[in-house]
Structure formats: structure tokens, C-alpha cells
């Protein structure tokens, strides 16, 4: 019998315990990190209330009940039922019963009133009828992502349970080492911004921590080939654990599955949609400009099919020695500072992704409160000395006057921005100003892929702010629903007829105007001299809009050049990484301490700016390290 | 065409234009770091003086020209000729003819005689017969490990042939990656003594430098089971150094075999046969003492095959962008400091193994001077703050005195010593106080494998001191052979009676009282309180020699426990260590003084205290490292 069977003989020992006599247990397994028991008597056992609590408590495991297939109502009958449980204002627009796991998934514009205080509309769904079900949120805005994804999903559900049981084998198996030791190995991003990868090791288990490239002339991977890294088979890394979507840390997940990677993708739901959304785009981006890409489509799918979605502040077993916890990095839509707690008390790393410490629009400030925490790996993008950047109140106020004195010279202000991030943080700007009268009503375009993603974030109310969150709960009153904005869904006529009209605001991909649809806006708008471009993204070295902020005035379109007329502004205050002040004050205001903090995801002089000053303030052991070293922290 | 072949190509039309017309060129391979060059005119290639020089200065290469087999001179008629040019003062004791090759092997008591100056004697022999010689020294004193190896190597040749032409074409093939880093990662002895080794690694090329063990209650092996040393198979190791023969840096180079490697090991000759013979009773003890032993002889023979001797101040490729040279070391016979040489001037690396720097009777102080050096991996067994020894003249002082003392009372001294290293150190001391009547003339009994390693050393006294190599060219003063030196062939009879005769002095293994017939002789001696127990070599905690110089007075023997009444004395002024002030001289006189020092091979206070006291005097930095870190230099 191999280990694992050997637990859960126990656990199901435990079981029997704690479940009163008259409910029978036909059968306990794991599925990824979870513990499914399956029962014939799923009404009584919904009927207990607190008994899956006991048990959660008890196994200090996260639990699920499923029915036994044979003692279900039909789903003809229990859709009926279930519709007249769920109150009307709930707003269930689908029901999928899958009877292999006697599972149902409720999709509904209130996902909330169909779970009821304190899932006792849940509780009440089973009792009626013996399926457990499952809710997810009706996005508010339709999304092909989110559409596509769930889609896909149920498609290849019985393949994921296959994947989730093989997960679930793996983690809760006993480990083999009597050792002890925790490493961390740099395999990019270190001394530069970009190609995100981290491997952690222990004596049973490797984990990946991110893998994104890093975009330039010609693109760079992390060191992927390195014997410590995938080099010695891919099979050889137990998780792969990513903190948020940007391609700059997610680009390659998708290459992990081509170089044969079978296991977990951890990460938030929202970061799961939002990088199919983005590889898939990265994908068609490389086909376009005539590059080979490293891996096709399907490989983004098996990404997706392997992610083990998890939410915030869940404790999670991924391996027989470590425990993960995603806390909100406020950074981006799901972006997580990821938490390891290695062996029973023995270590605990924390890797800070991209941060954002102060509360912005649409996200709360990044957390620094956790249980126990030894290292923390620390992203150093604004770590440099002089990296101070304008507050966010002095840089809308900016925007607001940017605004108002174009639309006075009779002209429309293009804002480049990436689609994910800062753009949905401008609508809501751009929203309440016009609301409240400091600026006036103006049609403001969304084009690439901006409104897709901000369908993304409207699926997610949790992971956004309170103040959004609940305004997108009350639909009138949802932002990024507001009259003023519009979807550009037509080509370049479209883009040139809007160009001609009144005047607008337009906000485009890319952030840094290479390629992307903003180069057609700057052909359209580029001439204009009462137009003004404002830039909001970091502009990298080498870029176009690099060129533009140093006074280029020759911009390359389609057919030539344009002379640009345009009046060009920078904007730095709505940035979704903490400046230097922000950095230190995470460290400062951390709970607990680290003893020591890896300053990584910045350029060297802001790498070692930032170590340097971190040790200088608190008297903590720092380094700037560079790739493919390896530390070992106990 | 693989592109070791088209590198030979160009070799061979860069030979083509520089040997004379009339000398034929019928092929040209690599075996090993050598390239051999076969000619149907051996002779006129011989009478050539100078071709071989010009050949090997243009192309950069170790040359070895090898006549085609059917133009041989037959052995028999070869034999008389070669007898006839070789004066008879060289000593010839046996011609081994390998016609595959056309090598003929000459071992000689005076290989001087038989190379003739500058070679011309080797050119003459040639000349008269075709075929190549190599000459080897008749051991001094007859050594069954020499013997052995050499044996086993000749019934091995043409095995060893195959194995030295594949890691020629491995060592001469292109490099694949445009990438440029060095990096070492440490698997064993930092922050502790006792099992060595390395991995130096660059885009192209995985050394291991060392593999050793850690003695104790569990041997304790280095983390050869890491992804990034042999965890991702034995076979992307390109190739192994080993320092010296002690076993905690050479032990495990034989399990190398059992895990699947099959490249060379690079070592000095000295080092090859001292390995052969330590690991083989590292065998014996392990069965001994009912342990299963991590591999067997058989994986020894491999070890000893796959041995590529190198001589002190040779600049070698090893494989496309390294070039390794080894450096005497001072340690013990044949200890080499390895100096790396990576990329076309990119980067240098030098590891100390152990190091003495002073000058000792048996060997130079280690060599500091090198064309470049970055970065230098230095031992620190003796690296605290209050590591100073007794320097070696006080030392001798002591012993003469001690010895003397004892005599005058009628009793004998016991030294336990490990064979290889102090104990030749205290032969050559004793048998020049006895010459100059320092102290009286005593039978000196040698047991354990000490008769045995001393052969070895009179083998190759090239790599002892001027004095003690100049003397073993005397054989009338080789002293070695002083007639107080006695071997004890017998068991315990033979022991018990010598104990219950004469005063005498005793060098017995092991030296740290753990096993060996010196716990024989405390049996026989200990409770003599005219005798004294003698330590010279470092007492590791835990060890019975540590105990006793703690004052332990009762001493578990075969049967039961001996009251010790000697008298115990410790000198410490005989280390094949560089102590604290050595180790500190060795880098403030070093040529170049390096911009890294990484200490290891110490206690962790040791490493810790050399690595601050070296950053402070020498303002360089200076890390002391842990297991399994990884280091990145360029």
C-alpha cells in the first residue's frame, strides 16, 4: 500500500469518528489540495450543518461532499427544485449538472444571494436534492476570456479530475528526506526587469515560483535549461506557483507543458483567465510581427486545464513539506504576494511578485501581515534612490486639467496603455470625474484589448477594492458600465472617423506603443497639435514611446512617417508598482520582519539601491542577487 | 562532419604545413588532452629535433607522434638496440612493448638517465628503432600499490585507449552556447571539514572538483544527489579533478562509476595511486567493521582507468572553454591546487584543496603565482582567530627532546598517524636526528599502510622537497631506507613482543586512534608509565585520540579497557595545514591577489573568522559559503 493510501485509511478513520452512524461514507480521496468525501447520504449531511467545519478543523484539510451518482435526483427534477430554492433576484442564468461528481454549477449575476448567509442557501440546495453545488459569478460585462475558459473547462472536466487526483496523490504523499534545507535558486529577473523565475527547493519538493520572458529585440527566457532548474525534466518540479498574469512573469508558463510539465499551476482565478488572455494575445503578437513562438495554443489550454485556482489568505498543502498562501500584492487584477511555509515550522519564504503598497482605485494596498516569515523576495522595479513617484491624488488631479485644457484647444488626448492594469484604473478616474463635473462628458474609446479586460475585472468584483467591488455589485452603477465609454470593435476606418469627430479620449494598446492598435491612433491623431498624448506606463528603454518622451518628432505609421504635432505629456502617479518610498514602507510596516530580503525585478543600480538601503535602514540581511545563483536560507 | 572532425581537418593541414615533405602523416586523433600524430617515418620525425616543439607551440596542443604499427623495428631486435642506447647506469628493470601503439614502456631505476638531457636519448632511441618510449621509475622501495596500478593499467590499455579517444573528442568539441557564465556550487565541506566538492560549471562545460567523505558516526556523503550536481545524471559531469588523495576529498570518486560517470579524472600521478590505495582500505575498514561499503573494488579499477595524470605547471584543456593547472599544494604528496582557466580569458578560478604554505621537510610550500586568478576557493581548517601553530623547528625541538626523554627512562613512544602525509614528515625528522646523534639510535617500527604509502612516495620523489628528491636519487641517501626504519609485516605477536623489548619508537595508523593496529599497540604499551603517546595529526571531536587528550584513563581494547599511565603529549607543529598566519600569507603574497575568496573546508567558525579577518586585511570580498549554495562570478 503506498503511503498515501496508507493516510488516508487514516483520514478515513477520523472520518468515521467525527460523522454521525446514520451517514455513510462510500468513499474519500483528494483532488489537488482538497479532500472529496463522497457519501450516500449527502441530504443528512448538509442537514448537520457544522459537520463539515468539525471535519475541516479536525483534518485540518480543506473539505468537499460530494453525492454517490446513484442517490441523485434526476437533473430534469433538481433543476426545477433548485430554481425555486435560489430567490429570483440571484439572477441564475445557467445550470450545469455533471453526474459523474454529482456536482452543479450554478452560474448567477448574484452569486452571493444564491450562496446565502453563510452558504445556508447552498446547505439548502443539497438537502432538496442531493447535488453539491458549485457558483460562479455571471460576468456582468460579457468576456470571450472568461466564456472561453469556463467553457473549455467543462469540456475537459473529467481530464481535470484525472489531473486534480494525480495533484492531490502527489502532495499528500510522505516525504522521503530526513534533511532539512530550503533554497532559492534565481533563474531571471535578477539585475534586470523581466523573465521572472524562481525555483524553491527543500529536500522533497521543487517548486517554480513565476516564468515569464523578457520582451526586447530579441526575446529572453529565464535560464529554464539550467540542470536546477527544468534541465534535469521538467517532471523534476513538483508546482509551479504564479503571482500574477503580466507576461513578464507569466509568458511561459504555457512552455512549461511543451517541455512535458504535468503538475499545478497555483495562482488566483482571475490571473488564471487573464493569462490565457494574454499568452493566447503574446501568441498572435509573435505571428503577426513573423516570429516563431515557442509553443502554440494548445499548450495554453493545458496551462489553464493544470491551474488549481486558489483565493486569498486560503492555507494550501501543494507538497508533503510546504503550505502556500496568495495574499492580495495590489499590483494587478488577482496578483498575489505568494507565502511558503516550509515544514512544520521550519521556514517561511515570501515572494512579493509585483507590488503596489498603497491603496489604489481599483486595488487595496498590498499585505504585509503575515504569520511567520523569514525571507522575503522582493521585487525593486522603482528601488533605486531617486525612484520617488508624483501621489496618485496630484497625478489625477494632473490628468483632470489634461483633460479639461485640450478639450478647450478643441482636441482629444490618446492615453497608450497595456490592457491589463492601468487602464481600468484611468476609467474609473476618468468616470467619477465626469460624474462629479471636473471634466466634461467626452466619449472615451477602449480599443485592443482594454474593454476584454475590463470584462475580466468586472467578473472579479472580489479582487478589486471595496468601493468598486460594491458599485459593481449594484450593476447601475457598476464604472466601467458608464455611458461615456465605448468599445472600438471596427478597424481603421472606425479609428479614423472617430479621429475626425468631436473631441474624445481614447485609451489604446500598447503601453509603450510598440505595435498595437495606438500606432494607427497616432497615424490618425499624431498631426494634431491641440491632441495630446499622455503617457502612464513605464516607457522601456529602446521603445517607441521612449523615443517620443526624449523628443522624437518623426513617428513611423504604415505609410511612412508622421510629423508629430501632438502635445506630450507623462503622467507617473498611477503606477501599479510601489516607488522606493512605497518598498521601504512594505518593509517597515512588515508583520513580521524578515531576516533577510532578496532585492530582485529591477535594474542593477535599483537592485543594489534598494539592498543597500534596506539593510542601512533596518539592519536586515539583504542581497542583490543575480541569475542563477542559488541561496540557502537554513 | 561532427565538428570535432572538421577541427581535426584544419589540424591536420596546419601539421601538413609545417613537417617536411619526406615525412608521411598517416593520421591524427586526440586521446584525452593529447593530440597524436601517426607517421610512417618515426625516425627522420626523431631526427627532427625541433618539430614537435614547432608543432605543439602553433597549434596550442600536447603532442605525442606514435609510428604507424608496420614500420616497427620487432621487439625482440628493438629490445637489444634500445638496451645498447640507454647508458647502463639508468637501471632498466623491464621493457614493455604495445605494438597497437608502438609504444614501448621503459621503467628504470634513474628515468633522468634514460630521457637523456633535453630528451635526446628518448630522440635517439627513436631514431634507432621507430618506436615511441615512455619511461617510468623502478619504485625505490617495492610498492605493491604501484605495482598494482601499473599492472592493471597495461592489461587495461587498450581499454583505456578508447576511453582517453572519447574524452579527446569531447574535450575538442565546439562549444554550443553564446552565452558566457562561471559559476560554482557548493556540495560538501563548508562550514564543516570533511567531504569535498565542487561543481564548477559554465554554459558548455559541469566540473566536479573532489568528491570526498565525512567520517563519522554516519558517513555523511556530499549532495551528489542535487539536480544540479549528479541528480540529473552522472553523465553531464564533463569531467573530475580531484586535489588529493585524503579521503575527504577522494573517497567517493570511485562511486562516481557506480552512478553512471564515465569521463576522466584529472589528477597528478602520485594522487591516482595514493587514491587506489586509501579508497581500497576504505573498502577493507567498511567490511571490517560490518558497514555495506558504497561501492566496490571494481568501481576503484574504473576510478584508476579513468585517471588522466597531469604534471604540476601544465596548461590543459579539459574540455572546449577550460584549460586546467594544477599546482603543487604543499599538502601531502602529490596535493594540487587546481587553477581554471574559462572561456578565451573570460574568467579564472582557483580551488585550493588543502594547502600548506611553508615549506616542510617533504614538500615546497604550496605555489601562489598564477598568470590570472579572480576567484579563489581556499581551505580553512585552520582559519580562526587563534589557529596558529608551532612552527615546524620548535616542533622537531619537542619531538627530539620528547623521544630523548623517553629513552632515558627506559620506555617507548607511540605515534598514531595517518599513513599518507605526517608520517614521512616525522621519518625524514627521526632519521636525521639519529644521523646527527640527536638522539640515540632506536628501531623505528612502521605499521599500518605507512610502509606502503612510503614506497609510494619514493616513487615519485619529483614531487617532494629538493633536499628529500635529491637524496632519493642517492640510493645509498634515501632515507627511507636508514636502517632504523622497520616494517611490522606480523600481527599482534609480533606487536606484543617489540612492546615487551627494547625501547623504540612506534609510527602506527590511525592516527586518530579510531581502528588500526595502533589501538593494538596502546594495548601492549598503555600501561607502561615510562612510554609516551605521541600525537601529531589533528584529533577530530568524538574520536578516541580526542578523548584521551582529554584526559580519558581508560582505553577500550579488544578485550576489555587498558588503565592508561603514559605519558600523552600533543605536537602540533607538524600539519600539512597552513594555520591561520599561513593561510593569511598565502593570500597577501599570492600573484594576483583575487577580487573573491570563498573559505570553506572549515568549522564554521573557522571559515567565518577567515572569511571577516581576509575582507578586512585585503579588502576583497570574501564569502564563507554553505552546502548546496550556488555562485555566480561573471
Same mark, same amino acid.
Given at each position: 500500500?503506498?503511503?498515501?493510501?496508507?493516510?488516508?485509511?487514516?483520514?478515513?478513520?477520523? +472520518?468515521?469518528?467525527?460523522?454521525?452512524? $446514520? @451517514?455513510?461514507?462510500?468513499?474519500?480521496?483528494?483532488?489537488?489540495?482538497?479532500?472529496?468525501?463522497?457519501?450516500?447520504?449527502?441530504?443528512?449531511?448538509?442537514?448537520?450543518? %457544522?459537520?463539515?467545519?468539525?471535519?475541516?478543523?479536525?483534518?485540518?484539510?480543506?473539505?468537499?461532499?460530494?453525492?454517490?451518482?446513484?442517490?441523485?435526483?434526476?437533473?430534469?427534477?433538481?433543476?426545477?427544485?433548485?430554481?425555486?430554492?435560489?430567490?429570483?433576484?440571484?439572477?441564475?442564468?445557467?445550470?450545469?449538472?455533471?453526474?459523474?461528481?454529482?456536482?452543479?454549477? +450554478?452560474?448567477?449575476?448574484?452569486?452571493?444571494?444564491?450562496?446565502?448567509?453563510?452558504?445556508?442557501?447552498?446547505?439548502?440546495?443539497?438537502?432538496?436534492?442531493?447535488?453539491?453545488?458549485?457558483? =460562479?459569478?455571471?460576468?456582468?460585462?460579457?468576456?470571450?476570456?472568461?466564456?472561453?475558459?469556463?467553457?473549455?473547462?467543462?469540456?475537459?472536466?473529467?481530464?481535470?479530475?484525472?489531473?486534480?487526483?494525480?495533484?492531490?496523490?502527489? @502532495?499528500?504523499?510522505?516525504?522521503?528526506?530526513?534533511?532539512?534545507?530550503?533554497?532559492?535558486?534565481?533563474?531571471?529577473?535578477?539585475?534586470?526587469?523581466?523573465?521572472?523565475?524562481?525555483?524553491?527547493?527543500?529536500?522533497?519538493?521543487?517548486?517554480?515560483?513565476?516564468?515569464?520572458?523578457?520582451?526586447?529585440?530579441?526575446?529572453?527566457?529565464?535560464?529554464?535549461?539550467?540542470?536546477?532548474?527544468?534541465?534535469?525534466?521538467?517532471?523534476?518540479?513538483?508546482?509551479?506557483?504564479?503571482?500574477?498574469?503580466?507576461?513578464?512573469?507569466?509568458?511561459? @508558463?504555457?512552455?512549461?507543458?511543451?517541455?512535458?510539465?504535468?503538475?499545478?499551476?497555483?495562482?488566483?482565478?482571475?490571473?488564471?483567465?487573464?493569462?490565457?488572455?494574454?499568452?493566447?494575445?503574446?501568441?498572435?503578437?509573435?505571428?503577426?510581427?513573423?516570429?516563431?513562438?515557442?509553443?502554440?495554443?494548445?499548450? =495554453?489550454?493545458?496551462?489553464?486545464?493544470?491551474?488549481?485556482?486558489?483565493?486569498?489568505?486560503?492555507?494550501?498543502?501543494?507538497?508533503?513539506?510546504?503550505?502556500?498562501?496568495?495574499?492580495?500584492?495590489?499590483?494587478?487584477?488577482?496578483?498575489?504576494?505568494?507565502?511558503?511555509?516550509?515544514?512544520?515550522?521550519?521556514?517561511?519564504?515570501?515572494?512579493?511578485?509585483?507590488?503596489?503598497?498603497? $491603496?489604489?482605485?481599483?486595488?487595496?494596498?498590498?499585505?504585509?501581515?503575515?504569520?511567520?516569515?523569514?525571507?522575503?523576495?522582493?521585487?525593486?522595479?522603482?528601488?533605486?534612490?531617486?525612484?520617488?513617484?508624483?501621489?496618485?491624488?496630484?497625478?489625477?488631479?494632473?490628468?483632470?486639467?489634461?483633460?479639461?485644457?485640450?478639450?478647450?484647444?478643441? /482636441?482629444?488626448?490618446?492615453?497608450?496603455?497595456?490592457?491589463?492594469?492601468?487602464?481600468?484604473?484611468?476609467?474609473?478616474?476618468?468616470?467619477?470625474?465626469?460624474?462629479?463635473?471636473?471634466?466634461?462628458?467626452?466619449?472615451?474609446?477602449?480599443?485592443?484589448?482594454?474593454?476584454?479586460?475590463?470584462?475580466?475585472?468586472?467578473?472579479?468584483?472580489?479582487?478589486?477594492? $471595496?468601493?468598486?467591488?460594491?458599485?459593481?455589485?449594484?450593476?447601475?452603477?457598476?464604472?466601467?458600465?458608464?455611458?461615456?465609454?465605448?468599445?472600438?470593435?471596427?478597424?481603421?476606418?472606425?479609428?479614423?472617423?472617430?479621429? $475626425?469627430?468631436?473631441?474624445?479620449?481614447?485609451?489604446?494598446?500598447?503601453?509603450?506603443?510598440?505595435?498595437?492598435?495606438?500606432?494607427?491612433?497616432?497615424?490618425? *491623431? /499624431?498631426?494634431?497639435? %491641440?491632441?495630446?498624448?499622455?503617457?502612464?506606463?513605464?516607457?522601456?528603454?529602446?521603445?517607441?514611446?521612449?523615443?517620443?518622451?526624449?523628443?522624437? /518628432?518623426?513617428?513611423?505609421?504604415?505609410?511612412?512617417?508622421?510629423?508629430?504635432?501632438?502635445?506630450?505629456?507623462?503622467?507617473?502617479?498611477?503606477?501599479?508598482?510601489?516607488?522606493?518610498?512605497? *518598498?521601504?514602507?512594505?518593509?517597515?510596516?512588515?508583520?513580521?520582519?524578515?531576516?533577510?530580503?532578496?532585492?530582485?525585478?529591477?535594474?542593477?543600480?535599483?537592485?543594489?539601491?534598494?539592498?543597500?538601503?534596506?539593510?542601512?535602514?533596518?539592519?536586515?540581511?539583504?542581497?542583490?542577487?543575480?541569475?542563477?545563483?542559488?541561496?540557502?536560507?537554513?
Amino acid at each position: 500500500m503506498s503511503t498515501v493510501d496508507k493516510q488516508l485509511e487514516t483520514v478515513r478513520a477520523e +472520518i468515521a469518528e467525527e460523522v454521525p452512524p $446514520d @451517514i455513510s461514507i462510500s468513499d474519500v480521496k483528494y483532488e489537488g489540495p482538497e479532500l472529496v468525501i463522497y457519501t450516500r447520504d449527502p441530504k443528512k449531511f448538509a442537514r448537520n450543518g %457544522d459537520l463539515i467545519r468539525r471535519l475541516a478543523s479536525k483534518l485540518r484539510k480543506r473539505i468537499t461532499v460530494r453525492p454517490d451518482p446513484d442517490v441523485l435526483a434526476r437533473p430534469e427534477d433538481a433543476e426545477e427544485r433548485i430554481l425555486e430554492v435560489i430567490p429570483e433576484e440571484a439572477g441564475v442564468t445557467d445550470l450545469e449538472f455533471h453526474p459523474e461528481t454529482g456536482e452543479v454549477v +450554478i452560474q448567477a449575476r448574484k452569486p452571493g444571494v444564491v450562496i446565502g448567509r453563510h452558504g445556508k442557501t447552498l446547505r439548502e440546495i443539497t438537502q432538496e436534492v442531493g447535488w453539491t453545488p458549485e457558483v =460562479v459569478r455571471t460576468p456582468p460585462i460579457e468576456s470571450t476570456t472568461v466564456e472561453n475558459v469556463r467553457n473549455f473547462l467543462k469540456q475537459e472536466r473529467e481530464d481535470r479530475r484525472d489531473i486534480l487526483e494525480r495533484v492531490g496523490r502527489q @502532495i499528500h504523499r510522505e516525504p522521503m528526506s530526513d534533511d532539512e534545507y530550503v533554497r532559492v535558486t534565481t533563474l531571471g529577473c535578477c539585475r534586470e526587469v523581466g523573465r521572472s523565475a524562481f525555483i524553491l527547493s527543500t529536500p522533497d519538493t521543487r517548486i517554480l515560483v513565476d516564468c515569464g520572458n523578457k520582451p526586447g529585440a530579441t526575446e529572453e527566457q529565464p535560464y529554464l535549461q539550467l540542470p536546477e532548474a527544468l534541465g534535469s525534466g521538467a517532471s523534476t518540479i513538483d508546482a509551479v506557483v504564479l503571482t500574477h498574469a503580466h507576461l513578464d512573469h507569466a509568458a511561459l @508558463i504555457p512552455l512549461l507543458f511543451e517541455y512535458g510539465y504535468d503538475g499545478p499551476i497555483y495562482c488566483t482565478e482571475p490571473t488564471r483567465d487573464l493569462m490565457g488572455l494574454l499568452t493566447l494575445d503574446y501568441l498572435d503578437r509573435a505571428a503577426d510581427e513573423g516570429r516563431t513562438p515557442p509553443y502554440d495554443s494548445e499548450m =495554453v489550454r493545458e496551462a489553464i486545464k493544470h491551474a488549481i485556482p486558489l483565493e486569498y489568505g486560503d492555507v494550501t498543502d501543494i507538497a508533503p513539506d510546504v503550505k502556500l498562501t496568495l495574499h492580495d500584492a495590489g499590483h494587478v487584477l488577482g496578483s498575489a504576494i505568494s507565502h511558503f511555509h516550509i515544514g512544520d515550522g521550519l521556514y517561511n519564504v515570501a515572494f512579493s511578485g509585483d507590488v503596489q503598497y498603497d $491603496d489604489t482605485r481599483l486595488f487595496d494596498g498590498a499585505v504585509n501581515d503575515f504569520p511567520r516569515v523569514e525571507t522575503l523576495v522582493l521585487e525593486s522595479t522603482y528601488g533605486g534612490r531617486n525612484d520617488y513617484q508624483t501621489d496618485q491624488e496630484d497625478a489625477e488631479r494632473k490628468l483632470i486639467d489634461l483633460v479639461t485644457e485640450t478639450y478647450d484647444r478643441d /482636441g482629444s488626448v490618446l492615453i497608450p496603455t497595456a490592457a491589463v492594469g492601468r487602464a481600468q484604473e484611468l476609467m474609473v478616474v476618468l468616470e467619477e470625474a465626469m460624474r462629479e463635473g471636473e471634466i466634461p462628458e467626452l466619449p472615451v474609446y477602449l480599443d485592443g484589448m482594454i474593454w476584454e479586460a475590463t470584462a475580466v475585472h468586472s467578473t472579479y468584483p472580489e479582487f478589486l477594492s $471595496d468601493d468598486v467591488r460594491d458599485r459593481i455589485f449594484d450593476e447601475a452603477d457598476n464604472p466601467f458600465l458608464a455611458d461615456a465609454f465605448e468599445h472600438v470593435e471596427g478597424g481603421d476606418d472606425e479609428r479614423e472617423s472617430i479621429a $475626425d469627430g468631436d473631441p474624445c479620449i481614447v485609451l489604446s494598446t500598447t503601453g509603450m506603443l510598440e505595435g498595437g492598435p495606438a500606432r494607427s491612433w497616432l497615424e490618425y *491623431l /499624431g498631426d494634431d497639435a %491641440d491632441s495630446t498624448l499622455a503617457f502612464v506606463d513605464y516607457q522601456a528603454k529602446g521603445t517607441l514611446g521612449r523615443r517620443i518622451q526624449n523628443g522624437w /518628432g518623426e513617428v513611423p505609421v504604415d505609410d511612412g512617417t508622421v510629423d508629430l504635432e501632438m502635445d506630450v505629456q507623462t503622467l507617473d502617479g498611477f503606477s501599479g508598482h510601489a516607488d522606493r518610498q512605497g *518598498l521601504e514602507n512594505f518593509v517597515r510596516t512588515m508583520n513580521p520582519r524578515p531576516d533577510k530580503v532578496l532585492c530582485v525585478h529591477g535594474d542593477e543600480s535599483a537592485s543594489q539601491d534598494l539592498s543597500s538601503g534596506l539593510y542601512h535602514e533596518f539592519n536586515m540581511r539583504t542581497f542583490a542577487p543575480q541569475n542563477m545563483e542559488t541561496f540557502r536560507f537554513i
